[in-house]
């Protein structure tokens, strides 16, 4: 069920009253399931002049109860089934409700229908003055019998007496129209029920000419002149659906139902998709047809969990260190010794701890760091380490999986190698997407490099934004058509920053696809590799590509360094003591 619509039984219970004192009368669409409560609840036009025009309110109709459950509207549905349908549709709106309560049944079972309605919030119920069981009042031919109207009266003065609630209203419907006896007999029968505490009348008619409406409605205003006080007059222009609501509100009506518009509409939908499939064999012709399956996920809150999802999940993401560097710079070999560079140290804290004190920071405390030669170097007690057993291919990706389990949850992949601030990680934490990858469009400052270290270079369908100096974009839709360590210098838009984020569902993705290819490509070339078995975490990555998974990206201007050699050493030292 969707979230976005609570309130409270009390508050929603007196807002009819509200509406009507407020605004003089009130719109309500018919609804008769949850998601047909949601629509018509979340219903809007958006005006020139900045209002929305919308639903004042809900009709809980037992016609289309009935029909959305396959059954005449011959109160052959009981209470406790209205009553389920009721709270279905309660539990997703924050709308008034109007429900029409057919007969109302006998007295004492109007009493406990009237006190689980007032409870559940429900502002109003209507009931029509016929005998039970009674036959809908637009079937052509059916025999509508008139209950004794000091009988009905009897009925709704009891209901009334069980309320709690002076917003609590209780709504008489005149058949007498509809039954044919007239607008005397109507107007007589709408003298008692007011007398005995109806809050208001409902006139009913099936004829297309409302003439004999629009009589009542002149008789009411005498009438409520008679007795000294006015309630609201409801109708259901079903059958004289021509006239607008504005005529209706100005021949003096103040409540306006759209009795079961939104069911006969679905069942005309139902029916052709229904066909075109039949006839197609196959369901392609029947999309054009049909809603996306993302708006109807919008709309009963499927988005709202997978966003509450990604936000709990990133609670649990945890952060994989492949370490599979060994210093290959001889002076920085000679300064620090033979160490992982994970180890390397920088004003006397090694880069995993400050890798880990940033992590920490953007709320991420598992850490995993992968790693096999001069692993028992690493002391700081904020990671946990895991040995690569084949720590000597020198695969950042295979040394990536030796912490599959850890992925579950999903995981945010760092280079050993990489320092960089909380902000990158805060930014790639806040995207909705599935997989990302942290790309820099100021690399061309650095080609100064590309003689001393192979750069993992990307090509992009944009080119990159430059526009806005040392800035973090996320560009959600930017099209990644190439990477790796042999893309032409001449032709990459941004730099891979080693850094990269796998929500859950994108952690079963890249499990997948890797061991398909460990199957696929054993022992053969994979991408720029070899072999598979000494692919890196850019082959991977162009296999995803290949395959048309979608993958994001956070473009950075600034915000991290990479250290490989004693320049870069020395720049981030600089960088540190700034």
Known sequence: MSLKNLISPEQRRKKLKTILLKNGFARIIETHNGLSGLIGNDACINLENGDCLEFDGLWESSFTDSASKGHPDAEIIG????????????????????????????????????????????SAVIIEDKIFPKRNSLE???????????????????????????????????????????????????????????????????????????????????????????????????????????????????????????????????????KKILISGRSFEADLICAPVRDVFKTVGFMDVKEKDKVYNRMKTCAIIPDTHRLL???????????????VELLDKSIIQRQAEVLNNAKIFNIYLVGGFGLEK????????????????????????????????????????????????????????????IIDSTYPSRLDRLH??????????????????????????MEIKMIGKRVSPDLATHEFTGIAYFSEQGADILKSVYHEAAQKYAGKKFHEAATFETASFTDIIQELIDLGYPLNVCEVNQGWQEIHNTHDYKHALESLQC
């Open 79 to 122: 209470p406790d089934s209205r009553l389920h349908s009721i709270e279905e549709i309660m539990n997703v709106t924050n709308k008034p409700m109007i429900v029409d309560g057919d007969t109302g049944g006998e007295a004492t079972q109007f009493e406990y229908f009237c006190s689980k309605l007032e409870r559940f919030g429900v």
């Open 140 to 274: 052509p031919g059916a025999k509508q019998e008139l209950e004794d109207p000091d009988v009905f009266a009897t009925k709704i003065w009891r209901g009334n007496k069980i309320a709690l609630s002076q917003d609590f209203m209780i709504i008489a419907r005149l058949e007498s129209l509809i039954a044919n006896k007239g607008i005397e007999d109507a107007i007589s029968r709408a003298r008692t029920y007011l007398r005995a505490g109806a809050d208001g009348i409902m006139i009913h008619s099936k004829e297309r000419e409302p003439r004999d409406v629009f009589r009542f409605a002149e008789e009411y205003t005498k009438l409520c002149d008679e007795l000294g006080y006015r309630k609201p007059l409801v109708c259901v222009p079903t059958a004289y659906n021509r006239l607008t609501e504005q005529e209706l509100v100005q021949r003096g009506f103040n409540i306006i139902i759209h009795a079961n518009h939104l069911l006969r509409a679905s069942y005309a939908a139902m029916q052709k998709v229904c």
């Open 329 to 343: 710079d001889t002076a920085l070999i000679e300064k620090c010794g033979d160490i992982p560079i994970s180890a």
């Open 378 to 437: 690493i002391t700081y007690r904020q990671i946990k380490k895991i040995i690569n057993p084949q720590y000597d291919l020198n695969s950042p990706l295979h040394a990536l999986f030796c912490a599959e389990e850890q992925m579950q949850d999903g995981f945010i992949m760092i280079y050993s190698d990489v320092l960089f601030y909380e902000k990158v990680i805060s930014e790639v934490l806040q995207t909705q997407e599935d997989i990302v990858l």
């Open 452 to 477: 001393k270290t192979r750069m993992e270079l990307v090509i992009a369908k944009h080119q990159a934004n430059n526009d806005h100096y040392r800035m973090l974009t996320p560009l959600t839709d």
